[in-house]
């Protein structure tokens, strides 16, 4: 069964612009979840998603947001990017409540 | 408020010794737990965790961890270093019947390992 895979792994932006990072789900998870980590503030929790519903939110502004789609594919985006939000992203998907959550590889985001 | 303490930022082991990585919790509910594992540059592997049960569980590479309810504490072991082990830990908790995805993690420990 494949991983979790998040796409791009590296990616370069301007400050002020946005992006949009991509996460596949193991096959048959339906519960995914964004995690931002940082040398300062670690690994931080953005937001989950389960059957295209937003069922948790960290403490993030509202540049930050994601959606998740039938197939259980999410997206997260930030808007107008500053220099803190480079980072590493990491898409995370379990099957549900009570389940193993796994982790992919991240989308590392350096903003300049 | 809820929270994980990984008291050690950096342990150095010689390889062939035993190893012990701490982990503290404070979660208001029953908690689910897990240690991760991440290599430089990539992602989060899972090493084992505990939901309920035996409070000793066993995970992959030959770590283990013993939730101990009384102290608030999951702390990792292994009894003999391999070179390889040399990355960060990560301790982390989540809600027991609760959302999933929200996990808080620790701020991680970083092992190296001396020849």
């Known amino acids: 069964k494949a991983g979790v895979t998040q796409t791009p792994r590296y990616l370069i932006k301007t400050r002020g612009q946005q992006v949009t990072l991509s996460c596949s789900p193991i096959s048959g998870h339906r519960s995914v979840s964004w995690y931002q980590q940082t040398p300062g503030q670690g690994l931080q929790f953005l937001f989950e998603y389960f059957s295209e519903t937003q069922r948790n939110k960290g403490n993030f502004p509202g540049r930050f947001s994601g959606r998740q789609f039938s197939n259980s594919r999410s997206e997260m985006n930030v808007s107008t990017l500053e220099l803190g939000d480079s980072a590493l992203y990491l898409c995370?998907?379990?099957?549900?409540?009570?389940?193993?959550?796994?982790f992919g590889e991240g989308s590392w985001l350096t903003v300049v | 408020a809820q929270s994980v303490t990984q008291p050690d930022i950096h342990i150095t082991v010689s390889e062939g010794a035993s190893l012990e990585l701490r982990c503290n919790y404070s979660?208001?509910?029953?908690?689910?737990l897990f240690w991760y594992v991440q290599s430089p540059g990539q992602g989060l592997q899972l090493l084992l965790k505990?939901?309920?049960?035996?409070?000793l569980v066993q995970g992959i590479k030959g770590f283990e961890a013993e939730f101990k309810r009384s102290q608030s504490s999951f702390n990792l072991r292994k009894p003999s270093v391999h070179w390889s082990d040399a990355a960060e830990y990560f301790c982390?908790?989540?809600?027991?019947?609760?959302?999933?995805?929200?996990?808080?993690f620790g701020k991680g420990t970083k092992l190296s390992v001396k020849p």
């Open positions: 982390a908790v989540g809600a027991y019947g609760g959302s999933q995805g929200n996990l808080i």
């Open positions: 505990y939901f309920s049960g035996d409070t």
């Open positions: 995370a998907s379990s099957e549900g409540s009570g389940n193993t959550i796994y």
């Open positions: 979660y208001g509910a029953t908690p689910y």
